[in-house]
């Protein structure tokens, strides 16, 4: 025992907010801590544990509870409740939790806990220990947060553009929903502002974003809100191949169609398919999922298309009828990483969920972004007009995206001079996502700070 105690430098105890979009990065980021000689124990909630199969030969799992351990979020009876009970389960479980920990020959030396849940640094201080607050968004978005937070910016927004440090004028649709869409989801809006509860008080605010990717946003929030930059928190084999065997983020919440997916594209030629995936949650009304069908459809390219079992039924019959399956794969969910590593495709259609917009960044795919709400409008935003790696389809006055916007934004980027660009520009932040990561790189020497600070607290 005493040989394994000192066998790595500090045990970190990871805390994610129980959703495939915030266990991935904080996944990938123990791995990487690992890898630079930490210890490290994820702590998912019962039911994902349960009904999930995590895998990692380097992370260990554990487990906490929200509270609804028989269904998780989609047994709670609204989003607040969801949000209370978390609160109070987690906390009670995860002070249970660290106190086993503490008993044993592994005791945790600091928690990293995802910003969704302040109150996590509440019952690391009563156990006296270091924690680190991670945002699983980017920069952008946390400062507009930030902002919104302390009154800086007056909602309902009333005067525009939007002026904020560091970023570019935002008119109204490229705020996050709950900003632009005053009012909407209160519970959730509570939730991203409440990350600046007691940041102050974290000893260490972790980014899952990179220097070069926003450099003008992290200077400026800096001056005011301490922060460390840390990713792209995506497998290393995608990157700078120096973490052993991390290939994927091992935790699925929905079953993969991975064989299938690889097999196919492996028959299409180069930069012919375009692959379609909205991330695990959105639900899209039938409208606009039989616009995106018959946009596909009269842009004619191959298509992979990830549909998840809630979404099946508003795919249009006569349009599953009449695609081929050279023509088409539809999957329930994807190995993405793999997905968009293929030279097969050539553009990623994407609800620009921060995992898939810094997935694509890292992998240089350009992409037509439909964001649905939450932070892929800004994460949109800065797609378009700040990397200029993609489009954004607008909706009409009926709040749907029709089919010649998509087949025209799909052509645009699969076949027009701008797609040229915007492959030319992708491939570049690919190469400066792999520096930010590789040895010497700002993540690398950010995430060797955070490890020496932790090993020498001890
Ligand atoms: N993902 C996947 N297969 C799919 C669709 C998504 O592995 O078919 C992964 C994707 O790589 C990303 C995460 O699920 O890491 C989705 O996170 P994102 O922030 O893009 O969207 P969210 O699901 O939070 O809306």
Request: charged share 20%.
């Amino acid at each position: 025992m005493e040989k394994e105690k000192r066998s790595y430098g500090a045990h970190v105890l990871a805390l994610p907010y129980p959703s495939q979009g915030h266990i991935n990065p904080m996944l990938h980021f123990c791995k990487r801590l690992v890898s630079k000689g930490l210890k490290a124990t994820l702590a998912i909630t019962t039911f994902i544990s349960n009904t999930m199969d995590p895998k990692s030969d380097s992370v260990q799992f554990d487990t906490v509870s929200d509270g609804y351990d028989e269904g998780g979020f989609m047994q709670a009876e609204s989003i607040q409740a969801y949000l209370e009970r978390l609160e109070v389960s987690g906390s009670q479980t995860l002070a249970e939790l660290i106190k086993r920990y503490q008993s044993s020959d592994h005791p945790i030396d600091c928690v990293v806990y995802d910003a969704f849940s302040p109150w996590a640094l509440k019952v690391t201080k009563q156990f006296g220990l270091p924690g680190a607050t991670f945002f699983t968004q980017p920069c952008c978005v946390n400062y507009i947060y930030y902002y919104a937070y302390h009154g800086f910016l007056k909602l309902p927004v009333s005067s525009l553009p939007v002026s904020i440090p560091g970023m570019p004028l935002l008119e109204l649709p490229d705020m996050p929903s709950f900003i632009y869409v005053h009012g909407s989801y209160p519970a959730y809006f509570e939730l991203v502002l409440n990350q600046f509860l007691d940041v102050e008080k974290a000893d260490y605010v972790l980014v899952n974003t990179f220097y070069k990717l926003e450099d003008k946003v992290v200077d400026t929030m800096s001056k005011v809100s301490p922060l460390i930059t840390i990713g792209p928190t995506i497998p290393s084999f995608y990157l700078d191949k120096r973490v052993e065997n991390d290939y994927e983020y091992g935790l699925n919440l929905f079953h993969s169609d991975g064989s299938n997916c690889t097999h196919w594209l492996s028959t299409k030629p180069k930069g012919s398919v375009v692959y379609i995936s909205f991330g695990s949650m959105a639900n899209l009304v039938q409208e606009q999922m039989e616009e995106i069908a018959w946009g596909l459809k009269g842009s004619n390219y191959n298509f992979l298309w990830v549909v998840r079992d809630s979404e099946g039924e508003k795919i249009p019959e006569k349009f599953i009828d009449e695609t081929t399956s050279e023509k088409g794969l539809f999957v329930k969910w994807s190995p993405q990483l793999e997905v968009l590593s293929s030279e097969a495709v050539g553009c990623f259609f994407s609800h620009c969920g921060w995992n898939s917009a810094i997935e694509a960044l890292s992998l240089g795919v350009p992409m037509v972004v439909m964001p649905q709400w939450t932070d892929q409008t800004t994460n949109a935003k800065f797609v378009q007009d700040v990397w200029k790696v993609g489009v954004r389809v607008r909706v009409d006055e009926k709040g749907i995206v029709g089919r010649e916007e998509i087949e025209g934004h799909v052509r645009e980027v699969m076949e027009g001079e701008r797609g040229k660009e915007m492959k030319k520009n992708a491939m570049k932040w690919r190469d400066l996502a792999k520096e930010a990561v590789s040895e010497g790189g700002t993540s690398d020497l950010n995430i060797n700070e955070f490890v020496s600070k932790l090993i020498n607290s001890k």
